[in-house]
């Protein structure tokens, strides 16, 4: 596949902007290093050119910004969306989040995203990093080029990835994919294999790592509640931190169960996630659960779309066989 | 000044345990550094820096203040304060360590803080200069040297040793529990290393970063600066930036229904989040616009007013790493500080 450059994005923003389709450009924008790229609103021309980027450091899915972008500006925003961004983008609409007619959304290819910080885990001190046909050669401080592998350091979202197909937009730049074979659930099913003890144990040890600095939440594009019961004094169960164990698990099933049948498996929550908490796998669980139980359901593919949790057949599974099931 | 072997180092690290508690920077399973309580096997990691910060040493993310039981209308108010064991923190950068400095301005000024105060106490901080510091350190900007890291005890990796220099008297009982561990010697090799590392300084991205805009007196200038709405544009209004920050210090208090009592404890709480600071009347900073403000100014205005010039950012680049849209105080420095730090 044709990788897309920066200079394609721009020049077609540009065009937007100048022949008034659009007010307002949603990318991202370059950092201080090679890797530290920023969402940004873009507003004119000139620092398009000058700051805009598209790069394999760009694993930010910018749909959920459109939730606040677009009650906050008043013109039409043109965004950016990488395949899996589009699944979040179609969910977010089905719950009438945002008003699509201030959307222009523009899909763009994805190869996957590069996780900084497997780069890091063996050097430290980066001067720059190049990106190249295999990977990337990373150029540290002390003169050394260390060349890493792709596959090695993508993203944990992106080394399963499920898509490369967009499933939104308005206009497509480069060629369309597919979607892939992955491996996603194995994850999932190794943690099913364990005995109730070692599965506790895991998650025990995972959510036990936990800050609460809810950016798993914040980055989460099904994470869209005006107020977020956990932020609220008036829910009783507002929640600065885990007072003991319990409330440590709390949070995160609670938000598991929450965003079930309605998570797209964008994995911004694993990527947002200071203290490398696995968070996808809970997610997974559900979707898995909700294939093997309801037949084959991916959140996002379009818009209206109704789940199998929010509708009801009489086909449905007995909540007795999920039940035995868990046994 | 005392050294010894790095081959020995394990040794010294199996007699501060014998007498005390020890914290020291191991790899995780994520292959991060993070403070652990020693114990045997345990090696000292060769990262730069812990994702967490050593300040929950000092100041936890959760403390239990005291408690309350009620039988009728009596309410008997409990102190929960146990003494404090001595521990010793082995391995703190000198970024974590100035941090520490700060959190003593805002804990032991008057009134005190009791908790706190009694960690600071037990506590016996072993500090590390940083041999390879990274693209993310900015703690010259603020004066840090991480060739001279301060703390009860300084210490410094060569390639086949490790040296040692008390600070404070609780630097000296610790120089005299591994005294049979170590050789007394001159700071030639120091030196030497200490030189390697001011080179690699010179050589930092961030090595020129300017705190000229900021400081003192800076309220007027930079509370109303356009910038800040295009800055704080795409924050989540997460926590991480807060929560990993050594110098961070606000809290809230809590009150947990134990079903047999009321616990009252504290925890790290973000001026990044909605409901900080709430007060009956709703919030004084509504939008995520005032609430990132409030973090920057507090750290590069505010803190530095009130503490004779002392800003509340040591440099470490913690959010720099953690920032999950990687926003983080440099780039808020650079755009308000205009061209100066180019």
Known sequence: ?327 | MRKCSLSAINSIFEEIAKNTMLFLPVDNKDGKAEYKKWQEGFLLSEKLNTVKSPKEFLFPQTENLMEFKTSGKNIEIIDTRTAKEDFVVFGVRACDAKAFDILDKVFLTEPRDSYYASCREHGTIITLACNKPSETCFCSAFGIDPANPMGDVSAWKTENEMFFEANTEKGEKFIELIKNLTEKTDNKEVKKQKEKISNIMKKLPLANLSTEKFGGGKTKELFDAPEWAELSSTCLGCGTCTFVCPTCQCYDIKDFNTGKGVIRFRCWDSCMYSNFTLMAHGNNRNSQKERFRQRFMHKLVYFPENNDGTFGCVGCGRCLSRCPISMNIVKVMKKLGGKTND
Request: aromatic share 10%; proline share 3%; net charge negative.
């Open chain 1, 1 to 327: 596949m044709q990788k897309i450059t920066t200079d394609a994005l721009v020049q077609k923003a540009v065009e937007l902007l100048n022949n008034n389709t659009v007010s307002y450009v949603l990318g991202w924008k370059k950092g201080e290093f090679d890797y530290d790229i920023t969402p940004y609103v873009f507003k004119d021309e000139k620092t398009l050119k000058e700051e805009f980027i598209y790069s394999d450091f760009c694993g930010v899915n910018l749909s959920k910004y459109l939730v606040a972008k677009t009650k906050e500006l008043a013109g039409k925003i043109l965004v950016f969306l990488k395949p899996c961004d589009t699944y979040s983008f179609n969910q977010l609409l089905t719950e009438h989040r945002f008003n699509r007619e201030k959307v222009y959304a523009i899909g763009i290819p994805c190869e996957g995203m590069l996780d900084i910080d497997k780069i890091k885990l063996n050097l430290e001190g980066i001067s720059s990093i190049v990106e190249t046909k295999e990977g990337v050669k990373v150029n540290t401080l002390d003169d050394k080029t260390i060349e890493l592998e792709k596959q090695a350091i993508l993203l944990e979202k992106c080394k399963n990835c499920k898509s490369k197909k967009h499933y939104a937009y308005d206009e497509l730049l480069g060629e369309e994919g597919d979607v892939l074979d992955n491996n996603r659930f194995d994850e999932v099913a190794k943690l099913e294999s364990m005995t109730a003890e070692e599965r506790f144990e895991f998650w025990q040890s995972q959510l036990s790592k936990c800050i609460r600095c809810n950016a798993c939440r914040d980055a989460c594009p099904a994470c869209t509640c005006e107020k977020c019961v956990f932020d609220n004094p008036n829910s009783g169960i507002e929640n600065k931190s885990p007072a003991n164990s319990f409330e440590e698990k709390l949070f995160h099933i609670i938000r598991a169960f929450h965003v079930a049948g309605r998570c797209t498996d964008c994995g911004e929550c694993s990527r947002a996630c200071p203290q490398n908490i696995p968070l996808h796998l809970l997610n997974r669980k559900f979707i898995k659960d909700i294939n093997e139980h309801y037949g084959e359901f991916q959140a996002g593919l379009e818009v209206g779309q109704r789940g199998p949790l929010v509708s009801y057949t009489t086909e449905d599974v007995e909540p007795s066989d999920v039940f035995n099931k868990g046994e």
